[in-house]
C-alpha cells in the first residue's frame, strides 16, 4: 500500500492517503500491520478505547458488519 500512494509514513505513524474502504476491521488493520489481528481489538481511540468497547461488542455472537 505504500507503493501504491495509500499509505504515508510520518514518525511512528502511518496515515492513508485517501478513503480506502475495507468490509470489517480486522483487514484493515491486517493491511496496516502486515501479518492478521484482530481489528476490533487492535483498533483504538485516542483515550486508549478499543473498537470493541465503543461499540460494546463484547458480548459474544454480537457480530456486526463493517
Same mark, same amino acid.
Given at each position: 500500500?505504500?507503493?501504491?500512494g495509500?499509505?504515508?509514513l510520518?514518525?511512528?505513524?502511518?496515515?492513508? =492517503?485517501r478513503d480506502? &474502504?475495507f468490509? #470489517?476491521?480486522?483487514p484493515?488493520?491486517?493491511?496496516l500491520?502486515?501479518?492478521?489481528?484482530?481489528?476490533w481489538?487492535?483498533?483504538k481511540?485516542? =483515550?486508549g478505547?478499543? &473498537?470493541?468497547? #465503543?461499540m460494546?461488542?463484547?458480548?459474544p455472537?454480537?457480530?456486526?458488519e463493517?
Amino acid at each position: 500500500m505504500l507503493e501504491q500512494g495509500l499509505l504515508r509514513l510520518e514518525g511512528d505513524r502511518i496515515y492513508f =492517503t485517501r478513503d480506502v &474502504l475495507f468490509k #470489517a476491521p480486522s483487514p484493515a488493520a491486517t493491511a496496516l500491520l502486515g501479518h492478521s489481528v484482530n481489528g476490533w481489538t487492535k483498533w483504538k481511540d485516542s =483515550t486508549g478505547r478499543s &473498537l470493541e468497547e #465503543a461499540m460494546d461488542r463484547s458480548t459474544p455472537g454480537n457480530d456486526y458488519e463493517a
